[in-house]
């Protein structure tokens, strides 16, 4: 299964950079069929990637929720945009759809952070959160499958 981890966030406010932190982690496990993207928000250019990818990973910071969730997305029946700076997963897997670029399974990992001030070095909370995020994304990667949360 041909996958692609996507880690995005903002490395100069401490926690937020969790997702890039857990992105980079998986690329240096060389998985076969497994590439890796970093960025700083989801952005409409991503959806023209979506029909090379059988599944698509992304990793992001949280501010609230559980330490680590991973669920898996489904699209968004909203077909606006409330500002051109936000565009969720729900609403990129849809225009992936709608657009026929197609039509991969996708999946959000949210890692909690404690700190979102200037900084670059993430608190030695999200660190742990890191290593348990990065482990649900190679069992996802490995087993081709994952518990998913009952709100998906």
């Known amino acids: 299964m041909k996958t692609l981890v996507i880690g995005y966030g903002n490395t100069l406010r401490c926690d937020d950079g969790v997702g890039i932190h857990v992105a980079q982690e998986i690329e240096k ?9 970093t960025c700083q928000q989801l952005h409409m ?8 990818y059988d599944r698509i990973i992304l990793a992001d ?15 968004t029946s909203q ?8 565009l969720g997963p729900e609403l990129l897997l849809r225009l992936s759809e709608i657009t026929h670029f197609g ?9 909690r952070g404690r700190c ?5 070095q993430l608190s030695e909370e999200a660190k ?18 994952v518990t998913v949360d009952a709100r998906s």
Do not use: T
């Not at 250019?45 to 029909?51: A, C, R, Y």
């Not at 910071?61 to 699209?75: C, W």
């Not at 979102?116 to 670059?120: A, L, S, V």
């Open 29 to 37: 496990e060389g998985f076969d069929g497994v590439e890796v993207r």
């Open 45 to 52: 250019d991503l959806v023209s990637e979506f029909g090379d």
């Open 61 to 75: 910071a949280s501010v609230d929720g559980e330490e680590v969730e991973m669920r898996k997305i489904r699209p």
């Open 79 to 86: 077909n606006f945009m409330a500002s051109s700076h936000h």
């Open 103 to 111: 039509e991969p399974e996708l999946y959000l990992c949210m890692v």
């Open 116 to 120: 979102f001030d200037y900084g670059d």
């Open 128 to 145: 742990g959160r890191a290593r348990s995020a990065i482990g649900q994304i190679k069992n996802l990667i490995a087993e081709g499958g």
